[in-house]
């Protein structure tokens, strides 16, 4: 069984402070991608990250893919309120044509005015 | 639907009950999947359906647990003989073919077994 380990689980901050967010495994992945959950809703891609070492930013977001592609960091710049929400990250495993998703436990983020 | 539409929203049923969970994906849609989400446990793969075939249903925690497609669009996922531990939120994904592709996911359906 492949396991994402996602940390941390709770995270409540200040707005304008930054922030990190790990998603580890001993496994490889072929693609991982983060998603964005509010309540009550289904999780919303926000990217997808295929290389080792491959960076992506979305304005103040910044995903970042391990060179050997077994983990992922998404760190969040001058958090706002409306960033607050479920954060989730979820792998695709090689060997599959299919996007099958083994997930993170997933982190709470809470941001204060 | 412009989205992944899934219904009901909410079902409470009582334990030994069955039920049964529908997903209408995105037209055109031919990769489909279940996954169950429970408090502190983040989104488990169950079933997953490429048209009206399931090549990987590795996920189904039980033989309770069942699963169609039908016209490679709307798919049912039937809980027999309902338990508490089946108590959870039933998410539908669906996306194009391939392993990378955005899979959009519908709001969820919250099963309460009492």
């Known amino acids: 069984t492949q396991l994402l380990e996602q940390s941390p689980q709770f995270l409540s901050i200040q707005e304008g402070e930054n922030l990190t967010v790990y998603c580890n495994s001993s496994?490889?992945?072929?693609?991982l991608q983060w998603y964005r959950q509010e309540p009550g809703e289904g999780p919303v891609l926000l990217v997808t990250v295929v290389t080792g070492g491959e960076v992506k930013k979305l304005k103040r977001l910044t995903f970042q893919f391990g060179d050997a592609r077994k983990d992922s960091s998404l760190h969040i710049t001058a958090a706002q309120p409306g960033d607050t929400g479920l954060y989730l990250c979820?792998?695709?495993?090689?060997?599959?044509?299919?996007?099958?998703?083994?997930f993170g436990q997933g982190t709470i983020l809470t941001v204060h005015p | 639907g412009a989205g992944v539409s899934q219904s009901p929203s909410n079902k409470v049923t009582e334990k030994g009950k069955d039920v049964e969970l529908r997903c209408d994906p995105i037209s055109g849609h031919t990769a489909l999947y279940w996954y169950r989400q429970s408090l502190g446990q983040g989104l488990e793969f169950l079933i997953y359906f490429q048209g009206n075939s399931a090549p990987d249903k590795s996920g189904l925690p039980s033989d309770r647990f069942s699963a169609e497609r039908t016209g490679g669009s709307v798919s049912t996922l039937t809980i027999q003989r309902t338990q508490q531990e089946d108590s959870a939120v039933y998410l539908c994904?669906?996306?194009?073919?391939?392993?990378?592709?955005?899979?959009?996911f519908g709001q969820g359906t919250r099963l309460t077994v009492v």
């Open positions: 979820a792998g695709t495993t090689g060997g599959t044509s299919y996007g099958k998703l083994t």
């Open positions: 994904a669906s996306s194009a073919q391939g392993a990378f592709t955005e899979a959009f």
């Open positions: 496994s490889v992945f072929s693609s």
